[in-house]
C-alpha cells in the first residue's frame, strides 16, 4: 500500500573515499581523476581501487567458502523489505545468544544491530579492533529465530583476530544475508524499510552497498 506521506529517508552507508578506513589488511582506497575537465578533458572519469570489503558491504557465501554462491548469485529478496533495528547497549562486546534470545523476532525478520560502533566510528573515523561482534552461538540463535538478514556497524560480524569464522559461517551457510559497515549512528531502534543493492560483481565474494532506511 503506498505512503501516505513523505517518506524519511535515511542513508546508512559509508562514504568511500581515498584513505578511509578499512579492515586490516584489505586493499586501501584510492581514488583518482583518470579524465579532468580541469586539465582539458571533455569530462570527469575517476580510476577507483578498492576492495570488495569496503565500506558498507554485503557479503557472499563465496567470501568463507570456495566455490559458493558469489555476490551476483544472491538472492535480493533479504535486502530489500520491512527491517528492526536494535539497539544494543554500550557495554556489550558479544552480542551472544542470551541478547538474541531476549528479542521479539518473527520468523523472517531483517535485524540491524546499533551497537558502540556507529558513535566510536562517527567520532574517530577509525578501524577500532576491539568492536562489538556477533559471537557464534548468537549467529546460531539468530538462525534459530528464522531471521534472514544480520546487518551490523562494524566492518565485520566476527570478532577481530577470533582465529576462525563460525559466525560467517553460521549465518551464511543457513542462507543469512549479512551487510557489514553499516553507519546507524543516527538511527532510532525501532522499525523500518530495508533497501540494500549490492554491486552487481561477478563471482565476486562481496560488494559495497548503497543503503538506505525509510519509514
Known amino acids: 500500500m503506498p505512503a501516505s506521506g513523505p517518506r524519511t529517508i535515511i542513508d546508512v552507508s559509508r562514504p568511500i573515499f581515498t584513505g578511509m578506513a578499512i579492515y586490516p589488511r584489505n586493499p586501501p582506497v584510492e581514488i583518482t581523476p583518470a579524465r579532468s575537465i580541469a586539465r582539458g578533458d571533455s569530462s570527469n ?7 570488495s570489503h569496503t565500506g558498507t558491504h554485503v557479503d557472499a557465501p563465496l567470501h568463507m567458502a570456495e566455490g559458493a554462491a558469489g555476490v551476483d548469485e544472491i ?92 559466525a560467517h559461517d553460521t549465518l551464511l551457510q543457513n542462507g543469512v544475508a549479512i551487510i557489514e559497515g553499516l553507519d546507524l549512528h543516527r538511527v532510532d531502534a525501532g522499525r523500518y524499510e530495508l533497501l540494500c543493492l549490492p554491486l552487481r560483481i561477478r563471482h565476486g565474494d562481496g560488494a559495497p552497498a548503497r543503503v538506505v532506511l525509510m519509514r
Not at 45 to 51: D, M
Not at 83 to 91: G, L
Not at 137 to 166: F, I, T
Open 75 to 166: 538472492p535480493l529478496e533479504p535486502f530489500i523489505g520491512p527491517a528492526v533495528v536494535v539497539r544494543v547497549p554500550d557495554d556489550v562486546r558479544a552480542i551472544g545468544a542470551r541478547h538474541v534470545d531476549a528479542l521479539d523476532l518473527s520468523r523472517g525478520e531483517r535485524v540491524l544491530f546499533r551497537t558502540r560502533n556507529s558513535a566510536r566510528f562517527a567520532e574517530t573515523g577509525a578501524f577500532e579492533e576491539d568492536f562489538t561482534y556477533v559471537a557464534p552461538e548468537g549467529a546460531a540463535a539468530l538462525v534459530a529465530k528464522g531471521v534472514v538478514l544480520v546487518g551490523v556497524d562494524a566492518l565485520s560480524v566476527e570478532q577481530y583476530h577470533a582465529g576462525h569464522h563460525h
Open 45 to 51: 572519469v575517476s580510476a577507483l581501487a578498492l576492495g
